[in-house]
């Protein structure tokens, strides 16, 4: 249930009837006039008017939009309810996980250390609804929302958050258990949109920083104590991963959310990887970055002038010949020219959505109707969503989301 009841909203694009009224009675007044009355008298009347018309417009602008704070954990970890704060002193670092009366430490995602959990609550994530006024009209709902855009919806007296995976007109089916849009991976297709209201987040597996002891190895590489990289040849940075759910031994890297502990549950393969990095290069440099992902060796090369920060995803490369990469060692990074430092080395996991072992494949494929969208959560093991009840019909959107206040 909602922390804070959401008003009724209205699809009337017509102005209300008070703004109507005020603006008949006004044209009424000014028709009465002589034609002789100084002209500043009626300048007057018509600018009262004008304010008077568009206070009303005001007023119903604000209540078309409304606030209130996220309940439950669908889009962790994009939007949150209430939730703990987990402390990893051995990696110095925190995150958010689930409210639980018997939590007071969990294993660290990062270095699988016991991480302690606070007791305080803190608080939901606040977020701003803005209301569409008319879809059937004009269409104008279909027009304007696009693949990942976050929308309230309301029915049964709730409101939900979720982020739209499919519109109107759409396909949604499977490839094993990923779920596709017309074909394509539904987060390739919102990678596209970048510049959407709340964007897809990714999520941080590997810190270099954070570790005095690091997980890369390149024999044509040094770190020093401030653990910066230094090239001195072309050899290969190669990341060796190590699982906590098997004792950190070396793994493939798995679509883990640290946000859901105490879950039980078959874990996957992760197929999407994001590699970031501060770069300074004394001259014009080159960089190549390869990952394994699915199987295959794929890679990026970019170019390096003075100092910035890279952000590389898996989704950008393209399939390489060579490199020293596999399941447990699935980044490698070179020099191709020039010399480089590397710091603050990240690797983080793209959100898949992908069906889960109880829901019900024979449901695929769906093509939406003109009034019908397909919904998902960030929080892709546990949300209620399109792959749990199905569509949802136009109507029931009532506006797109913007996120206030995080905490």
């Known amino acids: 249930m909602l922390l804070d009841h959401a008003r009724k909203l209205s699809n009337d694009d017509s102005r209300p009837l008070g703004e109507r009224a005020a603006a008949a009675s006004l044209q009424k007044d000014v028709s009465r006039l002589n034609y002789q009355v100084p002209t500043f008298v009626t300048s007057i009347v018509l600018v009262f008017a004008a304010i008077v018309i ?29 939730h703990q704060i987990a402390n990893c002193v051995a990696c110095d670092i925190d995150w958010p996980v689930v409210i ?19 007791n305080s609550t803190h608080a939901a994530s606040v977020v701003a609804v803005h209301a569409h006024e008319s879809v059937d009209a004009a269409r104008l709902m279909t027009s ?29 089916e499977l490839s094993d258990v990923s779920l596709l ?68 031994q070396p793994s493939c890297i798995w679509d883990d959310y640290p946000y859901n502990v105490g879950l039980s549950r078959k874990l996957e393969p992760a197929r999407r990887l994001a590699w970031n990095a501060n770069v300074v290069c004394t001259e014009r440099g080159r960089l190549e970055v390869v990952f394994w992902i699915d199987g295959r060796m794929v890679g990026v090369i970019c170019d390096v002038d003075g100092q910035c920060e890279l952000n590389i995803s898996s989704d950008d490369a393209v399939v390489v010949e060579a490199a020293p990469v596999s399941a447990e060692r699935p980044v490698a990074i070179r020099v191709l ?24 494949r024979s449901h695929y494929p769906i093509r939406l109707g003109s009034k019908e969208y397909f919904v998902v959560g960030d929080n892709v093991p546990v949300s209620l969503d399109s792959r749990d009840y199905g569509v949802i019909q136009e109507r029931d959107i009532k506006g797109r989301v913007e996120l206030v206040e995080s905490h």
């Open 144 to 172: 304007a929302l696009r693949i990942g855009d976050v929308v309230a919806i309301g029915s049964e007296g709730l409101m939900r958050i979720k982020r739209i995976a499919a519109l109107p007109g759409d396909i949604v």
């Open 181 to 248: 849009v017309n074909g394509e991976a539904i987060q390739e297709v919102m990678g596209v949109a970048g510049d959407l209201h709340v964007p897809v987040p990714v999520l941080l597996f590997e810190m270099d920083k954070r570790r005095k002891l690091s997980r890369w190895r390149g024999d044509g590489w040094q770190r020093s104590q401030q653990r910066i990289w230094t090239s001195i040849g072309h050899d290969w940075l190669v990341y060796h991963h190590r699982s906590i759910h098997q004792r950190n």
């Open 337 to 360: 020219k020039g010399s480089v430092q590397l710091s603050c080395l990240q690797l983080a996991r793209q959100i898949e959505y992908r069906l889960r072992p109880h829901d019900d």
């Open 54 to 82: 568009g206070w009303a417009g005001w007023q119903r602008g604000m209540e078309s939009s409304f606030r209130f704070a996220i309940y439950g954990p669908s889009m962790a970890p994009t939007l949150l309810g209430e």
């Open 100 to 118: 639980s009366d018997e939590l007071d430490s969990v294993t660290c995602f990062h270095c699988g250390n016991q991480a302690t959990v606070s």
